[in-house]
């Protein structure tokens, strides 16, 4: 009884729900950053080239993607919380590493999108040429993220 | 004069009619890459979402002997791999059907 409430103490899930927390919040918070940086630069370059619009909403969509790794990782880590004396601590330490992991990764990719999707568009209206090596580099950004979400998966599997 | 004034008049209604064409034809092209956006954005947001959970009905129900774990992993890969599939179609229009659109334009 008693090292099973040493396993299984009243606070385990408290690490659980905060990893399910992290990786939400700090993906949203990611993702809105990039949203609205590359929105700025998608403003200022639409009143010039308003034909551009299809490829300039690029860089929000990779934002908008990095919200939904966090959302996926925060929904496997809430399907997985329960009550104290059938979750152990060790479970609520590798779910906050996993929230933590992939929220901190979408907080870094959605600023790179941001900055990267501001500057792009903008020279994207004025060098059409710019558009393959903004896309080129969107990916890498975006792709930070992705590690963080595989090594979310990877840790919850544990 | 008078015949001056209503050749005023036919060339005022001449440019107004062009610019309302012209204004239509941007309007309805503006329509139509809504349109294309609108798609391709509920599609990389709900695509994803609709993947998660039919995959994990699916999956569960067919192959009962996996274990609730599994289940979920093969759900959320399926998921964020339908995700980025999206987002492939979604640059390949930007990229081929982008410039289609600019060069109507310019005929």
């Known amino acids: 009884m008693s090292s099973a409430s040493n396993d299984n103490p009243i606070y385990g899930p408290f690490f659980g729900v905060m990893g399910a927390a992290s990786a939400i919040i700090f993906s949203a918070l990611g993702a809105a950053y990039g949203t609205a ?9 639409s009143v010039m080239r308003p034909e551009l619009i299809m490829k300039s909403i690029i860089p929000v969509v990779m934002a908008g993607i990095i919200a939904i790794y966090g959302l996926v990782v925060a929904v496997l880590i809430a399907g997985q919380l ?17 929230g933590l992991s992939v929220g901190f990764s979408g907080l ?13 568009v903008r020279g994207t209206a004025q060098q059409p040429r710019l558009f393959v090596g903004m896309i080129l580099i969107l990916i890498f950004a975006e792709v930070l993220g992705l590690y963080g979400l595989i090594v979310a998966i990877y840790l919850y599997t544990k | 004069m008078s015949n001056k004034s209503k050749k005023l008049t036919v060339g005022g209604n001449d440019g107004s009619q062009s610019k309302l064409s012209k204004q239509r034809a941007h309007d309805s092209q503006d329509y139509s890459a809504f349109k294309v956006v609108l798609f391709y954005c509920s599609l990389i947001v709900f695509l994803p ?6 995959l994990k009905g699916f999956l569960l129900e067919r192959f009962f002997t996996m274990s609730d ?11 964020v791999a339908a995700l980025h599939i999206a987002l492939g179609v979604y640059i390949y229009r930007a990229y081929f059907g982008g410039s289609k659109t600019s060069q109507f334009k310019e005929d």
């Open chain 1, 108 to 120: 870094a990719a959605g600023f790179a999108i941001g900055i990267v999707g501001d500057a792009g």
């Open chain 2, 49 to 54: 979402v609709v993947t998660f959970f039919a």
């Open chain 2, 69 to 79: 774990m599994k289940v979920n992993i093969g759900s959320a890969v399926g998921a």
């Open chain 1, 37 to 45: 940086k590359s929105g700025t630069g998608i403003a200022a370059m």
């Open chain 1, 82 to 98: 329960d009550l104290p004396a059938n979750y152990t601590l060790y479970k609520g330490f590798i779910h906050l590493g996993a």
